[in-house]
């Protein structure tokens, strides 16, 4: 068995060594002969990021007056001049100047490996988005937004309840949290796991490791047990995946932090065809209450350069991808005594992939002006998150039943996102 | 599906109704029978069994050695832990000794050394240097045509690597081998500076520090001049190094003392885990640590890496001497510590409105008129107004709990009562009441009239509030259940709990007194229903083969490979405290591999004693290692793989490069397989 190799074809699967085939790789075969050998599939990427992002002071609202009365320290500058679509040979990631993409809205300095996705139409912003309800509090505003939901905390995530019920083909990795942990958003009945570091999948002796193996195999433990079943399946496949696993964009990736080294192994998962459909990855450090300035510009510039890469390294398979990028609720339009913003109301949305119908920034102004903020102090929200992702679930994922996966939730107008 | 498990939910909690009037169906009621009992309390009240626990428990019986552990002082502590925290000088040093001697402020962690780039300001008029940073291709071509060419070769030296990609081929090549010679006078520096393994050592020796045995480590070291050695010990990397914890020491000292002081106090943590006889006390201190959570990797603005050095005395001076006490002198000793001042950034937070200096100010060089140059050290700058966010986290986080009933008005009267609660200055991190900072206008907290002009007292009223208000005494009381009882506590149980802690003015000692002498904590419901946090798997799982822990060097990076590096949780709200979090496929894999390293004696400064296991059979094992009968499945599994020659080629395997010997299924295979059964994840 060790010497022997199975190849899936149209997938850069090569096993070896490490006892049995992965029962899901054998059916996936058959069915991939079943169906022709196409193995592409949509996939749907959620990205969080953790801790409140200042929303404003990344999709800079430049042309209202009060943003810059409010941020006297904070405020970016409004874009000295128009930059031309085309003018790829300027690149601000040195410099902190905004990028203007409409005349009202700017990008943060720091997002200029975004501009290039901005002007290919790939990248869409959704301005003044969140959820109605008014708890600042970090973690029950994640609970609830991993939820779905607005003030409840259901154990499961809607990530997960937006998938379809599994099928004999359905593979071990349809679902991946990238990080230690299964993040609540991807939480749930449907099968789902947890990769971080990559390296623990390889255990150094092959004879414990088919002891162990069967050992979770038959394990009644409810929560070990399918840990463990998937975890030995998923061990297979990481250790041919990442044998041979050089990109052009692995420098790109390293200056995305952890987030880059997150979407650089999603990225190996989706080109080896491994039937990834839903992904969940996250950038925490975003709880920015004193010094913000040079704190975001180094959030920002991980977070641009791990999504430029990933869009790079993805290639024309982007077209086959959606992004969506959230954060638990927006900061303080007006600055604190800090030089930093408290826990606020709106924030912001991108979507980025192939489908979207992007170099747009959708959604409505609520503008900032004392009576139009919420409670007097926040952004208000004037697009529910839900409205967000429900469209791509519905479009992008084929999930028609959105009441399951946002119960009780009454959708908005459509915004068109994506092509269709 | 969801339906049915609301069901499910529904029907259990009808059932915990039943059972209050004497069903037994509720495993919270089922009681556990006297020989569960004693492996129960040594997985929840300690970091599990060493060999020789059981016993010594049974003895005592489990009453009395509950009772023991809630009152340490009348235990005897572990000579032999003792012994192995002296060299640890640091952990008893003040923090005024640590920053003299330990700290190591911003401005000198940069690379002095090092020769500052030129910048293409410094080369330009401030319009060239835009131009070629941010200007077309043409206007950056003009510039560069137009300069001398020693001018152009520096101008070429210092481009960003994003424009290097837009300009002519021939400046490109000669950019490129411009940049090329500066780095390398740069890195040539830098290395007389910051000498690397092969600047001190030849490429045999190199050799040996890579995979030489411990013995041709050592004998290098002997050979080498002694002033090399702890440069050597300080560039290896953690698992080479383990095993010269000396010498590592004094070549971090050299290079970042900062290092030293977190060091010790890592290693202080799992060696108390592992040998402390006041096991309790030292869960306890994890949990309250956890509980009042602080990051000792967070930077602060202008002061440095201060928490690298206060993280280790918060917990001995605010977190450990009360967690036997009352919940009020824990919170305020939180509160006033400047590890906390500074990570939810309270030491920052000025009256809002009242100062001359809000952002809205025309100068913000005045504070009340007084010119902001007389304020001490980092207080002036641009400080000049209220941060919410200790306001909120200690009402959210650390008292009420987030349903516990405040507002956002609750939130910033809470953080105006606390401003002026700073530090002395950056090199005296001692709390300090600045009443210049303090709003001293009227405050209303949780319907609490606070009166105004009362200074320091605001928030020490504050503290008072909080202490004693309904939601704390639930909110804690379930926090605590959550830890030694089950994920999801049975609501009685907090209940009562929490009514002991009203009545004795939050005395910890006794709400636990409660709690483990309650039958829902001695039931069938909590028995093995935790899992392991990453910190107490691998304590556990040392306490569990015995042996000799010498240094805790390597474990504390294993406990970071699992996901759960000690002391760097960035958020407030601490590590999970439910076993959802730890389920993941890598996490399950790091617990196997370390479980593997562990048994067969490959982790550098633990010596596992798998001599007393020899030639047991796996059953018996498996009762040494975790204290009971391993789970059918999992000793079918065992039987199984042990009776099948399995893959023969493996068999024979020679040793893998982890070390990790195959084919000999001795003591070392079947504890490997042990400790990564499902059977070990649990507590």
Known sequence: ????????????????????????????????????????????????????????????????????????????????????????????????????????????????????????????????????????????????????????????????????????????????????????????????????????????????????????????????????????????????????????????????????????????????????????????????????????????????????????????????????????????VEENGDAGTDHGHGSLMMVLGGPVKGGKVYGKWPGLEKEQLFEGRDLAVTTDYRDVLGELVREHMGQKDLDSVFPGFKAGDPLGLLRV | ????????????????????????????????????????????????????????????GVAKWIHLQLHPEEIPENPALEAKLKPLDTLRLSTADLMDNYFAPPQNMMMPMQRPQERLEDLLSQEDAQKVRLGTAEEREEILKSLEPEKRRKVLAALPPNVL???????????????????????????????????????????????????????????????????????????????????????????????????????????????????????????????????????????????????????????????????????????????????????????????????????????????????????????????????REVMELHTLGVKGGYTQDDVIAVARCFTGWTVRDPQHPEFVFASFMHDTGEKTVLGHKIPAGGGEQDGLQVIDILAHHPSTARFISRELAQRFVADDPPPALVDRMAQTFTKTDGDLRAVMEVMFTSPEFMSEGAYEAKVKSPFEMVVSAVRAVGGETTNAYALVSKISELGEPLYDKLEPNGYPNTGDAWLSATGLMGRMNFSAALAYGMIPGVLPDSSRLDRKDPATIARDLLGHDASPETQAAIAKGLESPGESEAASDPVSPDGIASGHKGPAFITTLLLGSPDFQRR
Not at chain 1, 161 to 171: E, M, Q
Not at chain 1, 227 to 235: D, I, S
């Open chain 1, 1 to 332: 068995m060790s010497t022997r190799r199975i190849f899936l074809r149209d997938s850069a699967i090569v096993l070896a060594g490490i006892g049995a085939v992965p029962s899901w790789l054998a059916r996936a075969a058959t069915l991939a002969d079943q169906n022709g050998g196409d193995q592409r599939r949509k996939v749907l990427v959620a990205i969080f990021m953790r801790g409140a992002a200042d929303g404003l002071n990344i999709v800079v609202p430049f042309s209202e007056r009060r943003y810059h009365e409010l941020r006297p320290t904070l405020r970016i500058a409004a874009p000295t001049r128009k930059v031309a679509a085309s003018d790829s040979g300027r690149d601000n990631r040195f410099s902190n100047e905004a990028i203007d993409l409409d005349g009202t809205f700017a990008l943060h300095g720091a997002l200029q490996p975004l501009k290039p996705l901005w002007d290919k139409g790939q990248l869409a912003i959704v301005e003044a988005t969140g959820s109605p309800d008014s708890s600042r509090s970090h973690f029950d505003a994640q609970d609830f937004m991993e939820s779905g939901t607005t003030s409840k905390n259901l154990g499961d995530g809607w990530l997960n309840r937006a998938l379809p019920p599994a099928t004999d083909g359905t593979s071990p990795l349809r679902a991946v949290t990238l990080g230690n942990q299964v993040a609540h958003t991807l939480r749930g009945e449907r099968e789902v796991i947890a990769i971080g570091n990559a390296q623990q999948f390889n255990l150094g002796n092959s004879e414990a490791t088919s002891i162990l193996e069967s050992m979770y195999n038959s394990s009644n433990d409810p929560l070990w047990g399918r840990t463990g079943r998937n975890a030995f399946e998923v061990m297979k496949i990481m250790d041919s995946i990442n044998r041979d696993s050089y990109s052009p964009q692995d420098g790109e990736y390293n200056q995305g932090g952890q987030l880059g080294r997150s979407l650089q192994q999603l990225a190996r998962l989706i080109k080896a065809n491994v039937g990834v459909e839903a992904a969940f990855a996250e950038i925490d450090g975003w709880d920015h209450h004193g010094n913000e300035g040079p704190q975001l510009s180094e959030r920002l510039r991980q977070f641009s350069s791990a999504l430029s890469a990933f869009s790079q390294d993805m290639g024309d398979r982007m077209e086959d991808i959606v992004i969506i990028t959230m954060s638990e609720f927006g900061r303080t």
């Open chain 2, 165 to 391: 990609k837009y300009i002519p081929e021939e400046y490109r090549k000669e950019a490129e081998a411009a940049q090329r010679a500066e780095n390398e006078e740069r890195s040539a520096e830098f290395r007389r500076q910051n000498p690397q393994l092969r600047d001190l050592l030849n490429p045999d020796q190199m050799e040996v520090t890579r995979s030489g045995t411990k013995e041709q480590l050592a004998a290098l070291f002997a050979y080498l001049d002694p002033e090399k050695r702890p440069l050597v010990a300080g560039l290896l990397p953690p698992d080479r190094a383990a095993d010269f914890p000396e010498l590592r020491r004094q070549g971090e000292l050299k290079r970042n003392p900062q290092q030293v002081v977190m060091d010790d106090h890592h290693e202080a943590k799992v060696l108390r885990a592992i040998y402390s006889s006041r096991q309790l006390q030292e869960v306890l201190v994890d949990f309250w640590f956890n509980h009042f959570n602080v990051d000792e990797s967070k930077n602060i603005p202008r002061v440095g890496n201060v928490m690298h050095l206060l993280t280790a005395t918060y917990e001995r001076d605010a977190i450990r001497p009360h967690v036997f006490g009352h919940f009020k002198d824990l919170l305020l000793a939180t509160a006033q510590h400047p590890a906390m001042l500074y990570y939810l950034d309270n030491w920052d937070s000025m009256a809002p409105g009242s100062f001359n200096v809000g952002p809205f100010a025309p100068d913000r060089r005045t504070v009340n008129g007084v010119p902001n140059s007389i304020l001490p050290g980092p207080l002036a700058r641009i400080a000049h107004g209220l941060n919410e966010n200790y306001g």
């Open chain 2, 1 to 60: 599906m969801r339906r049915l498990l609301l069901t499910i939910l529904i029907s259990s909690l009808f059932v915990c109704g039943v059972t209050l009037s004497g069903n037994t169906s509720d495993p919270f009621s089922q009681r556990l029978p006297e020989g569960k009992q004693i492996i129960h309390v040594l997985n929840r009240l300690a970091f599990g069994p060493r060999p020789g626990d059981e016993d010594a428990v049974r003895r005592m």
